[in-house]
């Protein structure tokens, strides 16, 4: 059976007249007679009654006319999700992303795809940076948004944010009494900060930015992600180095701070796989911003006391 029999079926049974039908799907009437006939054969059921003057739809023809319909109707609509597909009109992504991306990349590049493409769909996880990079290899996202210098073999990658690094002490502290604060003081608590993974990445910056200062942290609290080094920082457990992207994040009990040292500036990467052929990824990538050189903000000559 074949989806054509379905639909010179449909035809004939709602114009119950062999030669209009035959006008309607465009076939001559001997042929499109001869292709019911099949259907009934193949099927082994009478679907029509036939006289001279008159065709009517047996109970088992009536049966299989609503089962037609829905039939055909499906196969209409997966016909054209095929081609929304194909042109990057539809379909769903698989996004991985860290905290940054969720406040400064993502809510923008997802809103200028669906007004390109309403029926596109996003699959969002918020995973650490190791995370999202195995499930980039294990072809369980189709792009990722990390802190990471990443390998070209497999992945393509775009820098889509720059970020000076800021320190979040706890609000009660002597730390967020001034506009600016020392690394050298800052050692004097526990650091908190995401372990390191497989890639350089935001443990990397974090690590030559105590080193630019001359100093190492005591110790060392590490967290999965880094919105959960906050939550410990507003319990004064310790500080944390954090794009300055984060001081949108408000939460009650931490202060964010410019570090009187000029650090390497945190890039936030998109990756995808360069194999990844889906039309809706390309043009979601194609949106992405693409900021400007920087250079990172040189320290104040006189810090505040």
């Known amino acids: 059976m074949e989806l054509r029999h379905l639909r010179y079926f449909v035809v004939v049974a709602e114009q119950l007249h062999f030669r209009h039908a035959a006008e309607i799907v465009r076939v001559a009437q001997p042929a499109l007679s001869r292709q019911i006939r099949q259907l009934e054969e193949e099927l082994g059921v009478a679907l029509l009654e036939r006289s001279r003057h008159q065709v009517r ?32 009109a539809s379909g769903v992504i698989r996004v991985g992303f860290v905290s940054t991306a969720a406040i400064q990349v993502l809510p923008d590049a997802m809103k200028k795809l669906r007004r390109q493409a309403p029926a596109a769909e996003f699959e969002l996880n918020e995973l650490a940076a190791g995370e999202q ?34 320190a979040a002490v706890p609000e009660p502290s002597k730390l967020a009494s001034g506009r600016h604060v020392d690394m050298k003081d800052l050692v004097e608590w526990p650091a908190i900060m995401p372990a390191a993974h497989s890639t350089s990445g935001f443990f990397e910056q974090v690590r030559m930015a105590y080193q630019m200062a001359g100093v190492r942290p005591e110790r060392v609290h590490y967290t999965r992600l880094l919105q959960t080094g906050l939550l410990l920082v507003a319990a004064g457990v310790g500080v944390s180095l954090v794009p300055e992207s984060f001081q949108a994040i408000h939460v009650k009990g931490v202060a964010y701070r410019r570090l009187q040292i000029a650090p390497p500036l ?37 810090p505040p006391a």
């Not at 945190?266 to 052929?277: G, I, T, Y």
């Open 57 to 88: 739809l047996t109970p088992a023809g009536k049966a299989f006319y609503e089962r037609a319909q829905r039939i055909l109707a499906e196969a209409g609509r997966a016909v054209a999700e095929a081609r929304d597909v194909e042109r990057g």
């Open 133 to 166: 990079i195995d499930g980039l290899y294990r072809e369980r996202l189709d792009i990722a948004f990390v802190h990471a210098k990443l390998s070209q073999d497999v992945l393509r990658t775009r820098v889509v944010a720059r970020d000076r690094l800021v």
């Open 266 to 302: 945190s890039e936030l990467v998109a990756a995808w796989r360069r194999d990844n052929a889906s039309p809706l990824l390309r043009r979601f990538v194609a949106d992405l911003p693409t900021p400007p050189t920087a250079t990172a903000t040189a320290p104040p000559k006189h």
